[in-house]
């Protein structure tokens, strides 16, 4: 079964300082990966996914995330937050094309400091 | 506004009440979801149709009773429910050929059950 690790559950940076939110996965063949961005009081918005090709992927919002088989890891990054990027970002994985079923990990929560 | 509506947007009710949430997307889309999401906790599929037909249900209690009239809206009938029920409850779509590449989330239901 897939599954999905976010290790770290809230995370503090001031604002203009780089960013890197940690994800892990678990599945059995190619996944296809995804972030979401969720401001409070509001629903998912997709910031990138991953199907396949370049690893690196560039999302909105000046957010991109890097594809490392070897690790089993999906990182999003930014180089420079701003302090409407304070959120809960989801990493998730899904089961391939077509499929319609998504596993979210458990979230990290973002505080951006001035 | 992302194209996909929940209403309402807070709700509280009584463990004997029985009420019922909305959904609803013009975005021609096929499949609809609905999902848990609790503090603490990943998020949860709990039910999925395609072309208004039941697809998958994720071992929901019943006193959690979905509806699908047609493509474009999906409802959420309560009854009796428990207060460990409380929770944001997030409806998605997705055309039905490309599933979870392409969800839209609502900004959900948020849900306390006294």
């Known amino acids: 079964a897939q599954s999905v690790t976010q290790p770290d559950i809230h995370i503090t940076v001031s604002e203009g300082a780089s960013l890197e939110l940690r994800c892990n996965y678990s599945?059995?063949?190619?996944?296809?990966l995804f972030w979401y961005v969720q401001s409070p009081g509001q629903g998912l918005q997709l910031l990138l996914k991953y199907f396949s090709g370049d690893t690196l992927v560039q999302g909105i919002k000046g957010f991109e995330a890097e594809f490392k088989r070897s690790q089993s890891s999906f990182n999003l990054r930014k180089p420079s937050v701003h302090w409407s990027d304070a959120a809960e970002y989801f990493c998730a994985v899904g089961a391939g094309f077509g499929n319609e079923k998504l596993t979210f990990g458990t979230g990290t929560r973002l505080t951006i400091i001035p | 506004e992302t194209g996909v509506t929940q209403t309402p947007r807070h709700l509280v009710m009584g463990m004997t009440n029985k009420k019922s949430l909305k959904c609803e997307q013009h975005l021609g889309h096929n499949a609809m979801y609905w999902y848990k999401q609790s503090a603490k906790k990943p998020l949860e599929l709990m039910f999925v149709?395609?072309?208004?037909?039941?697809?998958e249900n994720n071992s929901v209690p019943s006193r959690f009773s979905p509806e699908c009239p047609n493509s474009s809206h999906l409802f959420l009938h309560l009854h009796t429910l428990q207060p460990e029920d409380s929770a944001l409850y997030l409806c998605?779509?997705?055309?039905?050929?490309?599933?979870?590449?392409?969800?839209?989330f609502g900004s959900g239901t948020r849900l306390t059950v006294v």
């Open positions: 149709y395609n072309f208004k037909e039941q697809t």
């Open positions: 998605a779509s997705s055309p039905y050929d490309r599933g979870a590449q392409s969800y839209t």
């Open positions: 599945y059995g063949a190619t996944p296809y």
